[in-house]
């Protein structure tokens, strides 16, 4: 198994842009969920999915969007870049009530 | 709100030696408690977890320490070697209260001296 996945590793977009960044996991999870990583901080959670159709609000969703059409997909969509949205964003998934694994991460950068 | 956080964000230690790495928690309904290690550039890596129906969780070279009486989370790295120097995080959920998300603290680095 690839466990989880994120493309791209690296990206720079000018403020006002758009851009999706991909999450895919191959473990048949039910949950995923987004984080972003500021420097020198802890994961902050983004938004959350319980199943394909299903997803929520985490501790800091403002200028983001999610959709779960499939298990396996979990895209992240970021409308209009904010200098504030600079981070590393990290996708995870799990089992129902269980420990959550994470990917790679992509490292973007507003400008 | 309540969260998670680290009495340490720095720790040295010799290689070889043991390292223990602490972390406070607030949120009383918190009943399971992970340790995650983070290498330079990649994603948060599972090491071990604990449920508050345990006090201790021994894995290979590791173990976590559950304290619910001072809400208190320790994770013990023996013989420390090179490849353990990383930051350290913590995570806590109340999935006994319904919740499946896990609130992070800050981390601690562990740098191992050769």
């Known amino acids: 198994n690839a466990g989880v996945t994120q493309t791209p590793k690296f990206r720079i977009l000018k403020i006002g842009q758009s851009m999706t960044l991909q999450c895919t996991q191959d473990m048949n999870h039910n949950y995923m969920y987004w984080y972003r990583q500021d420097p020198g901080m802890g994961l902050k959670l983004i938004y959350y999915s319980v199943g394909a159709g299903i997803t929520d609000k985490g501790e800091v969703p403002n200028g983001y969007n999610v959709s779960r059409s499939t298990t396996e997909d979990f895209p992240l969509r970021l409308e209009l870049a904010a200098p504030s949205q600079t981070s590393v964003y990290f996708c995870?998934?799990?089992?129902?009530?269980?420990?959550?694994?994470f990917g790679p991460g992509t490292r973007l950068t507003v400008l | 709100g309540e969260s998670v956080g680290l009495h340490l964000p720095t720790l040295s230690v010799q290689e070889g030696d043991n390292s223990i790495i602490n972390c406070a928690y607030s949120n009383s309904a918190s009943d399971y408690f992970i340790w995650y290690k983070q290498e330079s550039g990649k994603g948060p890596q599972f090491i071990i977890d604990i449920r508050s129906n345990m006090d201790k969780r021994q894995g290979q070279r590791v173990t976590v320490l559950l304290n619910k009486t001072v809400k208190h989370l320790s994770l013990q790295i023996a013989a420390t070697q090179p490849g353990d120097s990383a930051v350290y995080f913590c995570?806590?959920?109340?999935?006994?209260?319904?919740?499946?998300?896990?609130?992070f603290g800050k981390g601690t680095k562990l740098s191992v001296i050769p």
């Open positions: 995570a806590e959920s109340a999935r006994g209260a319904g919740s499946y998300q896990l609130t």
């Open positions: 995870a998934s799990s089992k129902p009530w269980e420990t959550q694994y």
